[in-house]
Every structure is written in C-alpha cells, then in structure tokens.
Antibody, heavy 123, light 109 residues
C-alpha cells in the first residue's frame, strides 16, 4: 500500500534553515508529482509547493517563494523541502501528498498523504 | 492566489443532509475550474473525498457527493453520521498555484 513518511522536523531558530524529507513506498514514485502542504497550529491547510514527477517543474505558494525549495530524488524515492530564512509564521505540521494519476500537477488531486511532521520556529 | 471561501461551520443531525459550499473558484484559466474536497479529523492527515468536482475515489462512501455551479463547488453529505464530524476543505487551482479554502467545521448534533 502507499506509504508516505515525513521526517526532519523539529525546533529551529528564526532565520535558520531546515530540510524535511518524505520517504515514499508502495507505488512508482517517479510516476507521480508530489505536493507539500502545511497546517499551522489550530489553522487550516495551506498549500506550499508541488514538483513534477521528473523534478523539472516546480511551483510555490507566494508565502514561501524564494525561501523554500522543493526537490526529489527518484532513485531514493524521497521528496524534500528545503526551508530557509524561517520565521514564526512557518511553524506548522508539514504534510507530503501524492498527486493522483492522469492529472496535471496544478489540478489538485492529492490522493495519499503522510502523517505530517511538526516544524517549530522558535528562539 | 486568492483562496476560495467556505463557511466556518455547519451543523446537522444524524440522518440529515448538509451541503458545504466553496465559492470564488478561479474559472479564468481555460474557462475551466478544478476542485477537490478533503476531510480532516483532529490530529490526522487529510483524506481525499472528491476530485474533478464530482468524482469519488474508490473506497469513499457514496454518501459524499460533489457538484459545481459556475464559480461555486459544493460538497453534500447525505445520511449524516456522527463519524462525519470533521473539518472539510475544498482545494482549487489558480493557474500557477494551488489554494485551499479556509475549511468548514461540521458538527453532528
């Protein structure tokens, strides 16, 4: 079955960087675009970024553009989110999610989700 | 990247039907919008309920249905059950990004 497992979260100081990862299994990782979605404590879902199946195309939310970078290693079945210049507003649970088949990656069809990983930006 | 609008909360009794709306969908791109719906229970990952406005993935109860009217997408839950109490989010695209609605808290009284 499809499994997505996030890791790398934790407490980080404002202005610093952090990379979270998402290990995928149970499906052909290289055939699917992948999304990052975050949720601040007590708040709703916020889309962060998407990367195409081969890594050649990437799109970002305005709130993270220029600070966050999404990437993937299809040989390792792993998705990454490199976050820099972190602020308190980036404190959230970060979910990775698989884009379902046969849909362009910006037509959101997030058919499988990880359990999320908490990133806390605090001094 | 303006987000679609959802009511903050809705409530219903077991057995009733309720509808959650998602307004302000961007239909400017190719005269076509796109919406999916997600259910989220506290402390859990979201779950896909509806995609392409009206399609249900396998395994999702047929009590959940989606519809579209111009710039509004709707999620209807029929035969309401206590287990349906959760947050519901619509999700759409803007042409160069994806946006979630603010979410609707469903309370089953």
């Amino acid at each position: 079955q499809v499994q997505l497992v996030e890791s790398g979260g934790g407490v980080v100081q404002p202005g610093r960087s952090l990379r979270v990862s998402c290990a995928a299994s149970g499906f052909t990782f290289s055939s699917h675009a992948m999304h990052w979605v975050r949720q601040a404590p007590g708040k709703g879902l916020e889309w962060v970024a998407v990367i195409s199946s081969d890594g050649s195309d990437k799109f970002y939310a305005n709130s993270v553009k220029g600070r966050f970078t999404v990437s993937r290693d299809n040989s390792k079945n792993t998705l990454y989110l490199q976050m820099s210049s972190l602020t308190h507003e980036d404190t959230a649970v970060y979910f990775c999610a698989r884009q379902g088949p046969y849909k362009w990656m910006l037509m959101p069809f997030l058919d499988n989700w990880g359990q999320g990983d908490l990133v806390t930006v605090s001094s | 990247q303006s987000a679609p609008t959802q009511a903050a909360s809705v409530s219903g009794s077991p057995g009733q039907s309720i509808t959650i709306s998602c307004t302000g969908i961007n239909t400017d791109v190719g005269n076509y919008g796109y919406v999916s719906w997600y259910q989220q229970n506290p402390g859990k990952a979201p779950k896909l309920l509806i995609y392409d406005f009206i399609n249900r993935p396998s395994g999702v109860s047929d009590r959940f249905s989606g519809s579209k009217s111009e710039k509004t997408a709707s999620l209807t839950i029929s035969g309401l059950q206590f287990e349906d109490e959760a947050h519901y989010y619509c999700c759409s695209y803007t042409g160069n990004s994806v946006v979630f609605g603010g979410g609707t808290k469903l309370t089953v009284l």
